[in-house]
């Protein structure tokens, strides 16, 4: 039997917003892959996945580096692409997990370059994006009518962050950890201030809502924290 490769989207944090095609997956995998950086020894998102793993799947924790070191990331990619193809080969189902959707900022879009030529069929299984999920549990439209939403990674330039902020009615935030002071005094200066929320670990049982971004540590940003902001309406 031919192997096949699925990429299963785990959503925020809360096993249950998992598709129920991402459960059947899970639970007929033969490998899970959870993937980890250098730092860390635990996977976010194999806990999430945790209550549909059959007694007998094989756990293969794979370490995508984080790291600037050119060759140091192609060695860790070439091995992590030849584990994967090794259990392919084996004719076994292989599932590779990612928080969130694995079309979203995800590890797995680089994983599916390297494998989407190797012969072997894969899938791709959508999941729920962490600020699709904060605006519902807060109740807060991310966009209405002819708003424009941006999407911003925020470790982007200054002067990009500056021409986005002053054009866009509702912003979601991307990996604000990095320089959260300089996000929030632009939002500020944008109009964003006085309706902006923090979430970090949404979904998860230490999860953090900040709805008053001053009080927040600049140096005590969780890695997944993401921010919603609307900007201020004027008359």
């Not at 990331?73 to 193809?85: Q, R």
């Not at 902020?165 to 991307?174: A, F, K, Q």
Request: proline fraction near 5%; charge should be negative; hydrophobic fraction near 40%.
């Amino acid at each position: 039997m031919a192997g096949i490769f699925y990429g299963v989207g785990v959503g925020p944090g809360d096993p249950e917003l998992l598709t129920l095609k991402a459960v059947e997956v899970i639970r007929n995998a033969d490998v899970v892959i959870a993937p980890k950086t250098e730092k860390k020894e635990g996977s976010t998102a194999l806990s999430i996945a945790h209550p549909y793993l059959k007694t007998d799947v094989e756990i293969l924790r794979l370490v995508f580096p984080m790291v600037n070191d050119a060759d140091t990331l192609a060695n860790a990619w070439e091995n992590n692409k030849n584990s994967i193809l090794a259990e392919l080969q084996a004719g076994k189902k292989v599932v590779f997990l990612t928080l969130g959707d694995p079309m979203f900022y995800s590890t797995y879009m680089y994983v599916y370059r390297l494998l989407k030529n190797s012969g072997y069929a894969i899938e791709t299984i959508p999941g729920v994006p962490a600020f699709c999920a904060i605006g519902s549990q807060l109740g807060q439209p991310l966009a209405e009518g002819n708003d424009i939403l941006s999407i911003i990674p925020a470790t982007m330039s200054e002067e990009e962050l500056d021409a986005i902020l002053g054009v866009v009615d509702n912003v979601v935030l991307m990996k604000v950890y990095k320089n959260f002071g300089q996000v929030v005094a632009k939002l500020k200066e944008h109009g964003f201030g006085e309706n902006s929320v923090m979430i970090s670990r949404c979904g998860l049982p230490d999860e953090q809502i900040s709805y008053n971004l001053d009080e927040v540590d600049p140096t005590n940003v969780n890695y997944l924290s993401t921010i919603l902001a609307k900007k201020r309406k004027l008359g």
